[in-house]
């Protein structure tokens, strides 16, 4: 059975910076396109970056020069880094996987998601 835990989200600052984490157990990443996604009240979930099993990375521009993505393979874990922190940036954020090869920001692509975790940047 495959599963997707996140952690790391929480309250923080505007201008602040939080890591998020997703364990992956049932797979190994190492194979898998993965990504990360945000969905705000109301909105519709987007994509905020993901990383292809070749190790290519792509960034909605909102985030870019801001947010980086990156995996552990030997700990079959991904995290977004994300720095400079704004308000609407508030979100829950999922962690997701893509059996293809290459990854992509459209998440009707990804077979595998976490539950989410809320990030607020609020002060």
């Known amino acids: 059975q495959v599963q997707l835990v996140e952690s790391g989200g929480g309250l923080v600052q505007p201008g602040g910076s939080l890591r998020l984490s997703c364990v992956a157990s049932g797979l190994t990443l190492d194979y898998y396109g993965i990504g990360w996604f945000r969905q705000a009240p109301g909105k519709e979930r987007e994509g905020v970056s993901c990383s292809s099993a070749d190790g290519s990375t792509d960034y909605a521009d909102s985030v870019k020069g801001r947010f980086t993505i990156s995996r552990d393979n030997a700990k079959n874990t991904m995290y977004l880094q994300m720095n400079s922190l704004k308000p609407e940036d508030t979100a829950v954020y999922y962690c997701?996987?893509?059996?293809?090869?290459?990854?992509?920001?459209?998440?009707?692509?990804?077979?595998?998601w976490g539950q989410g975790t809320q990030v607020t940047v609020s002060s």
């Open positions: 997701a996987a893509d059996r293809a090869y290459y990854a992509y920001l459209d998440p009707r692509l990804y077979d595998y």
